[in-house]
């Protein structure tokens, strides 16, 4: 009978790391020197980091969906969300994020610098969000929908128009282009 008590205890320690839901809250000054509040809700068990940047009109959502492979933001200025592929190999596992802004907010602008992804969006709206999974489809419900393609190597030949930028924590910085955004939105 101890033995199966000390065995549940251990799992249980274990396991707590795993299944745990990680709340971190930064209030930081952003790029166009306004003050910005970002609060990133990391759920380990579902595979799911969802990030809310306050910041007025500037304000925006994100949710990166490991178990399904997408990361949709929605850009409330412009009434719209954007939905790409999550980049494993840009984007922190979901199970190292905590640790790595973690170590951002200690070093600071002496760390490492943030990695960047810029995204070209496509013009046509998507039509059924169900194939993004649950968490893309309750975000990006009822506001128009775009999916959007990693540029792999974005140069300023490439597109001279604006850009809808997030920057995550200081360790990840996306960057959503287009003339979808221009226009459409």
């Not at 952003?30 to 759920?43: K, T």
């Amino acid at each position: 009978m101890k033995l199966i008590i000390l065995s549940v205890a251990l799992l249980g320690v274990f396991l707590a790391p795993v299944l745990a839901i990680d709340n971190i809250n930064v209030n930081n000054e952003d790029n166009r020197g306004g003050n910005s509040h970002q609060s990133v809700s990391i759920d380990n068990q579902k595979k799911v980091v969802n990030v809310d940047n306050n910041n007025g009109w500037h304000s925006w959502n994100t949710v990166w969906d490991y178990a399904t492979g997408y990361t949709a933001t929605r850009i409330f200025a412009k009434k719209a969300c954007v939905v790409a592929p999550l980049n494993k190999n840009i984007m922190p596992d979901v199970t190292v994020l905590p640790q790595a802004i973690k170590e951002k907010q200690k070093t600071g602008a002496q760390g490492p610098p943030s990695k960047q992804l810029t995204y070209t969006v496509s013009h046509n709206k998507i039509a059924d969000l169900s194939t993004y999974g649950k968490n893309i489809e309750n975000l990006c419900r009822g506001i128009p929908t775009y999916l959007a393609h990693e540029v792999k190597a974005p140069s300023f030949l490439y597109y001279s128009g604006s850009c809808f930028r997030t920057n995550i924590l200081c360790i990840l910085g996306i960057s959503f282009c287009g003339e979808t955004y221009d226009n459409n939105y």
